[in-house]
C-alpha cells in the first residue's frame, strides 16, 4: 500500500506570495490533518479534513485554509505570506472511523519564506 | 486546554543504559501516541496506546500508559546509536477527533 505523500517537497516562496500544498492519503483513508512545524512552536495542529468537510480547526490566522476533495486528497493554502510561515508542513492520514486509530504522516513539504 | 509536557526536552545517554522518557498530559484522553523523528524526516509512528495500563514494546523500546496518572512513559532499554532521535508524544482528546496535541519532544542523543 503505498504511503501518504505530499508535494512538493521543497518550496522557497517571497513575503507576500501565497502557497498551495498537497497531500494524498493513504488509499481508503478519508481524514487528512494537516500540522506545522517549526523549531519554536513545535509541532502544531492546522486543521482536519473529513469526508470533504473540515471537521477540526486549529489556532491559526486565516491566510491558512485548506479543502478535501471527493478523492480524500488535500490542499492547504497560504496567503500573503510572513517570515513566520517557514516551516515543515506535515499532513497525516487516518481511516478516520471510530476504531481506526492509526495516523500516517507523509514527508512533509519544507517551506521557506524570504 | 489540553497540554502536553514531556521530559526531559534533551538527553544524552551512553550505549547499553536504560532511560525513561515521560509525557503528562492535562485532561481525559482516548489515546496517546509516541512518534520518532530523524533530522529532516518526516514522524514515523512508534506505539498507539489505548487504555489505562496499556503497554506495548517493539525492541529495545517499551511504552506504557497510565490513564488515572495522565502519564505515559516510553522506556529504552540498553540503548544503541541508531535509536538517536527526537521522540514525541502525542494525545488525542476525544474518539471522531483526529487531532493531535504534541508533546514538546525528547531529543535523545545515544554515544557510544
Known amino acids: 500500500k503505498a504511503g501518504v505523500t505530499q508535494t512538493p517537497r521543497y518550496l522557497i516562496k517571497t513575503r507576500g506570495q501565497q502557497v498551495t500544498l498537497s497531500c494524498s492519503p493513504i488509499s481508503g483513508h478519508r481524514s487528512v490533518s494537516w500540522y506545522q512545524q517549526t523549531p519554536g512552536q513545535g509541532l502544531q495542529f492546522l486543521f482536519e479534513y473529513f469526508s470533504e468537510t473540515q471537521r477540526n480547526k486549529g489556532n491559526f490566522p486565516g491566510r491558512f485554509s485548506g479543502r478535501q476533495f471527493s478523492n480524500s486528497r488535500s490542499e492547504m493554502n497560504v496567503s500573503t505570506l510572513e517570515l513566520g510561515d517557514s516551516a515543515l508542513y506535515l499532513c497525516?492520514?487516518?481511516?478516520?472511523?471510530?476504531?481506526?486509530?492509526?495516523?500516517?504522516f507523509g514527508p512533509g513539504t519544507r517551506l521557506t519564506v524570504t | 486546554e489540553l497540554k502536553v509536557e514531556q521530559n526531559p526536552l534533551f538527553l544524552s545517554m551512553q550505549e547499553g543504559k536504560n532511560y525513561t522518557i515521560y509525557c503528562n498530559y492535562s485532561t481525559t484522553s482516548d489515546r496517546l501516541y509516541w512518534y520518532r523523528q530523524d533530522p529532516g524526516k518526516s514522524l514515523e509512528s512508534l506505539f498507539v496506546?489505548?487504555?489505562?495500563?496499556a503497554v506495548k514494546q517493539e525492541g529495545r523500546l517499551m511504552a506504557s500508559l497510565d490513564t488515572k496518572a495522565r502519564l505515559s512513559t516510553l522506556h529504552i532499554t540498553a540503548a544503541v546509536h541508531d535509536l538517536s532521535a527526537t521522540y514525541f508524544c502525542a494525545v488525542v482528546t476525544n474518539f471522531g477527533n483526529e487531532k493531535l496535541t504534541f508533546g514538546t519532544g525528547t531529543r535523545l542523543t545515544i554515544i557510544p
Open positions: 496506546l489505548l487504555s489505562n495500563g
Open positions: 497525516a492520514s487516518s481511516p478516520g472511523g471510530a476504531a481506526a486509530y492509526e495516523q500516517y
